[in-house]
């Protein structure tokens, strides 16, 4: 049940038995870090519980056994975790027990549970507004779930491969990834229209290879990266308006196969080297950096708009509180630009700032001194007033008599 958290500034062979967290009774299935504060880490666990973990600026120096939150509530274990795009603190889990739970993270209590699957979640996503989940189970159904009240809204058989199916929501966009299997068991990739799930709007077969497909989907650029586990590839597609709507665009080959993949956010990427996407590559032994380059000569010196649109920022748009109160709204946007990197669209929900830190026990107790010496010095006052003094500033001093003309020189 141990996760370990290594800087990405020190590359190289790491210790054995590196730090990490190590509070779950049982192995760790998922682990995700909060889109809106990058020191915390949410694991999801085969012991049934989801544990938010404050991870020290400096890194981990020691084990951390203690977690600041622990999320109970699942009857099975928890494989899968997803923050919602623009709510902060409102994290959605999936468990063997078949249910999705939307947490509150700071509250540490569910706020609501969808049981509309009778079958082993494969995958969840979010839209991006997130008043939508797609979801993709053993039953080969793709489902598109309301967030809010929690009924099915569409559903339809997605691949009809006994393996497993994921699927993934091109939020931009608008439009559903599903990868899995067909009959012959070769890889497909689906795009669908969630407004209508009657059948998909484009079918791709990929190949014949066995690994269960993942892809990541880059919602700045519309491009998409699809690769397997156990494949030593990674295919680049271009989702776009035109027909087809999924367009391969290149390949990026390795003769080590991975055994998972993922990508870090947008905003890890260098604008000087025009890096479009940075990913890690698990394989058997290490962990590979990766990065995608759109070649530019002159991004060392300026900085390329057309590559880097404003990307979904790091504040949050709304509360969780506002979210589970009904409102929603769209992920705000921030810079690319390292010049004004930060600076964001008007925020397009109603964010509600969390109340300010109490004061700290040295403060206090300096705010009681303050309060002390003003008391004294009144009660000084009001002693020189019963004496008939003051100590209010003097008068000013009398003004000099102006002094008296010399008297003029007698005529000669």
């Known amino acids: 049940g141990k996760v370990a958290v290594l800087p990405h500034d020190k590359p190289g062979k790491m210790p054995s038995n590196p730090p990490g967290v190590v509070g779950h009774t049982a192995p760790v299935l998922d682990w995700q870090w909060h889109p809106f504060n990058e020191m915390l880490l949410a694991t999801a666990s085969e012991d049934t519980t989801v544990r938010i973990w404050s991870i020290p600026e400096t890194g981990l120096t020691e084990n951390m056994e203690t977690a600041v939150q622990t999320l109970e509530g699942h009857g099975k274990k928890v494989g899968i975790l997803r923050f919602h795009p623009s709510a902060e ?226 504040t949050p748009a709304l509360g969780a509180s506002a979210f589970f109160a009904g409102q929603s709204a769209e992920p705000l946007r921030m810079s690319m630009n390292p010049e004004d990197r930060g600076a964001g669209a008007a925020p397009t929900g109603a964010y509600v700032p969390k109340a300010a830190k109490k004061p700290s026990a040295e403060l206090l107790a300096q705010r009681d001194l303050v309060a002390k010496l003003k008391e004294q010095l009144k009660q000084e006052e009001d002693k020189l007033q019963g004496m008939g003094g003051s100590i209010e500033a003097p008068a000013s001093a009398p003004a000099a008599p102006a002094p008296t003309p010399a008297p003029a020189p007698a005529p000669a």
């Open 89 to 314: 603190h409102v994290l959605a889990s999936a468990s063997m027990d078949h249910t999705i739970k939307l947490w509150d993270i700071e509250k540490g209590a569910p706020q609501l549970s969808l049981d509309r699957h009778m079958d082993q979640i494969f995958s969840l996503d979010w839209n991006l507004d997130g008043t939508c989940l797609c979801t993709s189970a053993k039953d080969k159904q793709l489902r598109v779930v309301d967030s809010r009240g929690g009924g099915v809204t569409a559903q339809a058989p997605a691949h009809p491969g006994s393996k497993a199916q994921k699927a993934y929501w091109a939020k931009v966009r608008n439009q559903i990834l599903t990868l899995g299997f067909g009959k012959q068991l070769d890889r497909q990739i689906h795009v669908w229209d969630p407004r209508n799930l009657v059948k998909p709007i484009y079918e791709h077969e990929l190949d014949t290879q066995s690994g269960v497909l993942m892809a990541f989907v880059d919602e700045d650029t519309g491009l998409v990266y699809v690769g397997g586990k156990g494949d030593g590839n990674i295919r680049v597609f271009d989702l776009w308006e035109h027909d087809p709507p999924l367009n391969m665009l290149t390949e990026f080959g390795s003769k080590t196969p991975q055994r998972g993949l993922c990508c870090l956010p947008k905003i890890a990427c260098d604008t000087k080297k025009a890096q479009v996407l940075r990913m890690l590559k698990l394989e058997d032994k290490q962990v590979v950096p990766l990065a995608f380059v759109c070649p530019r000569k002159q991004a060392a010196t300026e900085f390329q708009a057309d590559i880097y649109p404003p990307t979904f920022s790091t």
